[in-house]
Nanobody, 121 residues
Framework: VQLQASGGGLVQAGGSLSLSCAAS????????MGWFRRAPGKEREFVAA???????YYADSVKGRFTISRDNAGNQVYLQMNSLKPEDTAVYYC????????????????WGQGTLVTVSS
């Protein structure tokens, strides 16, 4: 599976951005899709995930502000980010996994190249 993330950019605090991740290769609908982020000087962290049955999971830090969704027919996964905060500044990565579990980055088999989100105060 090849993953291509896009949609990052610069936004003021309180604003919104929508990230997209296009997948190609193996059957997209079979995979759990996740979003992770790595802020400057910090470790990669889980943001959100969506299963093949569209069950969603979120990090506590983004719950209620971010929404993950997927379009299996179009091989896309999205991350709608609202009420952005400066601490959301990071490189955001989409990832795919075929195994059980959603929050552990080590369990993901495929990763996109990342897209930078910068939130100014």
């Amino acid at each position: 599976v090849q993953l291509q993330a896009s949609g990052g950019g610069l936004v003021q605090a309180g604003g919104s951005l929508s990230l997209s991740c296009a997948a190609s290769g193996r059957t997209f609908s079979n995979y759990v899709m996740g979003w992770f982020r790595r802020a400057p000087g910090k470790e990669r962290e889980f943001v959100a995930a969506i299963t093949r049955n569209r069950i969603t999971y979120y990090a506590d830090s983004v719950k209620g502000r971010f929404t993950i969704s997927r379009d299996n027919a179009g091989n896309q996964v999205y991350l709608q980010m609202n009420s952005l905060k400066p601490e959301d500044t990071a490189v955001y990565y989409c990832a795919a996994r075929s195994s059980v579990g959603v929050r552990e980055g080590a369990g993901y088999d495929y990763w996109g190249q990342g897209t930078l989100v910068t939130v100014s105060s």
